[in-house]
């Protein structure tokens, strides 16, 4: 059952979304491949510090964090990952590393990719290892109020 903060919210604000269940997985590039849906599409959210308070970086499932492009973009002092044990008990509603990109539901700031703004749909976990949740990119834009920047880069 996807986050029940996160289905509320998208009927609250007239969201349409769709459902997408998968076997269970733990990193990005297998939820894409489970859920069948392209890496370029898969929203991954990697929990970083910037100036060490606790943020979302979203990004393609396919694409890696560039720190100093990060860093250089916000114009912050230090952006570092953020361990699992700094994030865990922020996400009370979620499996651990399954949280959706919705810092505003968690009183934290999200940064997207540009590149993931390019797409029309967008899908992310949905609080669980098994589920994911897909809505067009302007209404994740307009509900979750991401700062849109340049920060990844593609792996060979």
Same mark, same amino acid.
């Given at each position: 059952?996807?986050?029940?903060?996160?289905?509320?919210?998208?009927?609250?604000h007239d969201v349409q979304y769709k459902l997408i269940?998968?076997?269970?997985?733990?990193?990005?590039?297998?939820t894409a491949a489970s859920a069948?849906?392209?890496?370029k599409?898969?929203?991954k959210t990697v929990m970083v510090k910037v100036d060490g308070k606790l943020a979302m970086a979203v990004l393609p499932a396919s694409q890696r %964090?560039?720190? #100093?492009?990060f860093k250089d973009a916000t114009g912050a002092s230090e952006v570092l990952l953020a361990s699992e044990r700094e994030f865990k008990d922020a996400f009370p509603d979620c499996e651990l590393g399954a949280m959706p990109p919705f810092g505003n539901l968690y009183g934290m700031q999200v940064y997207v990719d540009e590149s993931l703004s390019e797409e029309m749909v967008v899908a992310f976990c949905?609080?669980?290892h098994s589920e994911l %949740?897909?809505? #067009?990119f302007q209404d994740f834009e307009r509900l979750a109020q991401p700062?849109?920047?340049?920060?990844s880069w593609q792996p060979e």
């Open positions: 059952m996807p986050a029940e903060k996160l289905t509320e919210y998208f009927e609250s269940e998968h076997e269970p997985v733990y990193t990005a590039q297998e069948r849906i392209s890496g599409e898969l929203a %964090v560039n720190f #100093s492009a949905a609080g669980t %949740v897909q809505i #067009s700062v849109i920047i340049k920060f």
